[in-house]
């Protein structure tokens, strides 16, 4: 047990209990592994192909996303690209508007994208650049979309720029609304990374489902702006897209479920359920046909790798807790004991779905910090810890196996393929021969 | 997947396309990792922290700590001084660090934080430092973030009436490779030296199976206190160390040296001859024959470099040391560029060139990837040196490319070499030849490929 937990924390961890507490503020002082608004709100949008994405404010905040999530196009690689008004000491005294009206007409008139979104990032609010009316200016000059994301790093975490791309999205949205359906779905939440929105993608048209618009995984604003018409959203990563799913059920009434592409059981259960609500009969049949197929093949794959795995311990910490629920899962699935499971901003529900899940003892975290994740992945003696880029390096200093699962994944680990990916890269880690020279003394 | 980039040149004036650089406190985030036992303090948003302690574990593939005061509205309202006072109590009942070295950021120099009288009204343990400096994100770059975050460990700790026979050495911002090149000159010529920061150890440390917050290494209050009374200070790097050069000389009266960074031959010696200067100590012997050894690859590779057409880009000080080696070894420099603003850059490499017999090259300060890769659709080059991010150049132009300064987030290992003495100027010849002859090789017909170059 960590000697010097602080004593604000010790409500944010728990171990074999429910009651946690999270949806806060970290703390002043604390390392934390979290990011802010604008990181949430620029992480969801970016994936938009043909956007073009205007970081208003400081050079940082665009040097630092600048193409740093692997997400996949099979069109314009414009968002790949930075831009920023990289506001000067001169822009603070004087006001950053003068700049960003200069910017927005080159971008309109180099690019001519189908819309532009500004983020407004810490500085901007505070000296008073009234970018909404530079936005309105620009869409009526060029005829194109500008859309303002307000998404200063001070506002609260991570989850509340979620919410700010929800609004912006509600917003690029609103003006296609319609009463007209298609027996067709959305898909919320996936980022394409490795071309996972792909998988899922060939999955309903194998399936014969029609899917209208991907939110945002490959993504163009042509296809975004159809989604009002779509029956159904399925939204795969919850954290980041719950707020639009519920936005557009209230806007343009279109139900949705959770889902989850992680996972044999999760990825068979996510298409059912899609299915029993919009399914035809032969659609259904295919489903079935489709996942018996596919969920064979990757049993198959699977089965030589389960005596390498079998015993060992996971540590999970990822962003959202609906994704850590589903490794839970998939661990179990390979025989590995999950002994360590956190988020960087989990939902009470989904902790105490954690809780549940995982084997007794488990240790469960909220935004956790370095030296938690050390004190407790060593306390528990995990061998693999799955997470992000800050977690990589603490888990190798440690000794310990890891498994990038946010964005600088490896391969595709969604889908039933993703499984198969999942097991080859958790062996591939977990049973490197680097390791030995870890435990082992010098021969010399 | 840089298609989009016209060929047309474009006249921009309120977009920054694909950055050449970042914002200054990634820079003081990582000169304060270089000290023992210190946490790095961001005082701003938390993003911001999380941004920087991101891309140095990407680049040097170690875990980079750091602490934030997390401000919320209520702080960018009222202003952080509860926010530091909460985060000071809560990093040394926590993590109990020595020092805690705050910079600043947009936000909090956007809202008027003064942080000196802040940090006098701290409550500060007894032996335990609190140290600042004023890192706006909309000035500079981190270069100068750097260099700022170096003065304030000066300001703050330096003791004019300590008492040193060490030379003190501010190595600009540099990798730890290049700290571990430097120590071994200076025993080499077996002169005593501190150097801050020392990211050697932190940044580079060996696998030992445990996790430390705060690893061995780092340069220590003590060698920091006594940096006010050495005998004198090298300063590498025009730019990284010209602060805390000012500042070393006007608070305690240390005489310095602002010196280019030692890359390539004619640096290397001009410092070496320096320390002779200062010390009276010669040039031993080992040197002599590493820098026998590099000329002596020079020799056997000169037909693959002279006049190879090369675009240099990234950090200014990184930039005019690459671009002094490139012009030894015979390149042409086409582009000379960096995202850091600054017209001092410009003369600097203005005057290299003007030594060599080479056909104009252009030097920009304040560019961006965009604005060099149009001239290079241009005017095309046959290399290219620097950072990460001028991969997509070389792939969208199919130009071979040498990885060199910071950041590099796609290649492991650069971090532990170094670029500057004869050593790292030996390294960068080797890999431009490997990169020039590796392109050699794939694009020659079958019949010209042979073993014998």
């Known amino acids: 047990m960590l000697k010097d937990i602080l004593e604000e924390r010790r409500n944010s961890i728990s171990q074999g209990g429910a009651g946690l507490d999270c949806e806060k503020a970290s703390l002043a002082g604390a390392v934390s592994q979290r990011a802010c608004v604008y990181c949430g709100a620029r992480v969801v949008l970016n994936p938009i192909t043909d956007a073009f994405h205007l970081v208003h404010g400081p050079i940082g905040c665009a040097s630092y996303t600048w193409d740093i999530r692997g997400s996949l196009s099979a069109g314009s690689e414009l968002f790949r690209q930075s831009f920023s008004t990289d506001l000067r000491e001169r822009d603070i005294v004087f006001g950053g508007v003068d700049k960003l009206r200069a910017g927005l007409k080159e971008i309109a008139e180099i690019y001519k994208p189908p819309v532009i979104f500004i983020y407004a990032t810490c500085v901007v609010g505070v000296i008073g650049d009234d970018v909404e009316a530079v936005a309105r200016e620009i869409e009526k000059a060029y005829g194109l979309r500008v859309i303002v994301v307000q998404a200063p790093g001070f506002a609260g975490h991570k989850s509340l720029g979620y919410r700010l791309a929800g609004e912006a999205l509600m917003k690029l949205l609103t003006p296609h609304k319609t009463d007209q359906k298609e027996r067709a779905i959305n898909i919320l939440g996936d980022y394409n990374l490795a071309g996972e929105m792909w998988i899922i993608k060939n999955y309903f048209r194998e399936i014969g489902l029609p899917v209208l618009a991907s939110f945002t995984g490959d993504s163009s604003c042509a296809d975004l702006i159809k989604a009002p018409r779509a029956s159904l959203n399925v939204v795969q990563c919850a954290g980041s897209m719950t707020y639009l799913a519920q936005k557009m059920e209230e806007e343009f009434g279109i139900p949705w479920i959770k889902a989850s592409f992680f996972g044999l059981e999760d990825t068979a259960k996510a298409l059912r359920e899609t299915l029993d609500i919009l399914g035809t009969e032969a659609e259904i049949e295919r489903a079935k046909a489709l996942i018996a197929r596919e969920s064979e093949k990757a049993k198959a794959f699977i089965e030589p790798y389960l005596p390498a795995l079998k015993g060992k311990k996971a540590a999970i910490f990822v962003g959202g807790g609906f994704k850590a629920i589903s490794l839970i899962r998939q661990f179990i699935s390979l025989g590995l004991t999950t002994v360590l499971v956190g988020a960087q901003t989990g939902q009470k529900e989904e902790y105490e779905v954690m809780a549940k899940i995982a084997s007794p003892g488990t240790v469960i975290l909220d935004d956790a910090n370095p030296s938690e994740l050390e004190a407790f992945m060593r306390e528990k003696g995990a061998d693999i810890l799955v997470g992000g880029v800050k977690e990589r390096p603490l888990a190798y200093k440690l000794g310990v196996a890891f498994c990038d699962h946010n964005h600088e994944r490896q391969s595709p680990l969604a889908g039933f393929v993703g499984v198969t990916n999942f097991t080859k890269e958790i062996n591939l880690t977990i049973n490197s021969p680097v390791w030995s020279y870890v435990q082992a003394a010098a021969t010399f | ?453």
Not at chain 2, 22 to 34: I, K, R
Not at chain 2, 272 to 288: I, S, W, Y
Not at chain 2, 396 to 412: C, Q
Request: with cysteine; proline share 6%.
């Open chain 2, 1 to 453: 997947m840089l298609d989009q980039t016209p060929k047309e040149i474009i006249a921009r004036s309120g977009i920054c396309i694909n950055p050449l650089k970042t914002c200054q406190p990634v820079g003081a985030l990582y000169a304060a990792l270089g000290v023992h036992r210190c946490m790095p303090h961001s005082h701003g948003s938390q993003g911001c922290v999380s941004y920087h302690r991101t891309l140095l574990t990407r680049h040097f593939k170690e875990p980079a700590v750091a602490s934030s005061s997390s401000f919320t509205e209520g702080a960018s309202v009222f202003g952080g001084g509860a926010n530091l006072k909460q985060s000071v109590k809560n990093i040394f009942d926590v993590y109990d660090p020595d020092i805690i070295a705050v910079h600043t950021t947009c936000l909090s120099e956007t809202i008027g934080d003064d942080l000196n009288s802040f940090i006098l009204e701290l409550d500060i343990p007894d032996g335990k430092r609190v140290v600042h400096c004023n890192t706006p994100s909309y000035v500079g770059s981190h270069v100068t973030g750097y260099g700022q975050m170096v003065a304030g460990f000066i300001k703050y700790l330096a003791a004019k009436e300590e008492k040193s026979d060490s030379i003190g050495v501010f190595p600009g911002f540099v990798n730890p490779g290049d700290i571990r090149e430097l120590k071994k000159l200076f025993k080499l010529m077996g002169v005593p030296a501190m150097i801050l920061p020392d990211p050697s150890d932190t940044l580079d440390g060996p696998m030992t199976g445990s996790y430390q917050m705060f690893p061995e290494g780092g340069t220590s209050l003590a060698e920091i206190r006594a940096f006010g009374g050495v005998k004198r200070v090298l300063a590498l790097g025009l730019l990284a160390s010209k602060e805390p050069a000012l500042v070393i000389k006007s608070r305690c009266g240390v005489e310095t040296d602002l010196l280019p960074q030692p890359m390539g031959i004619a640096n290397t010696d001009a410092f070496l001859k320096r320390l002779m200067d200062l010390t009276g100590h010669t040039v031993p012997k080992e040197l002599e024959y590493e820098r026998g050894r590099l000329i002596d690859l020079l020799l056997d590779a000169n037909q693959y470099y002279y006049q190879k057409k090369v675009a240099i880009f990234g950090d200014p000080d990184t930039v005019a040391g690459l671009l002094s080696i490139a012009l030894e070894l015979g390149l042409f420099p086409s582009y000379v560029v960096t995202g850091t603003p600054g017209d001092a850059f410009v003369s600097q490499c203005q005057e290299i060139l003007q030594e060599y017999d080479v056909p104009p090259a252009k030097v920009k300060a304040g560019s961006d990837f965009f604005e060099l890769h149009q001239w290079i659709k241009n005017e095309p080059v046959d290399l290219l040196i620097g950072t990460s991010y001028g991969k997509q150049i070389a792939k969208a132009e199919d130009i071979p490319m040498v990885r060199a300064g910071f950041p590099i987030l796609d290649r492991y290992g650069h971090a532990h070499h170094p670029l500057i003495g004869y050593e790292g100027t030996r390294r960068l010849a080797e890999l431009v030849a490997g990169a020039l002859m590796d392109r050699y090789d794939r694009d020659c017909p079958d019949e010209d490929l042979d073993v014998v170059m």
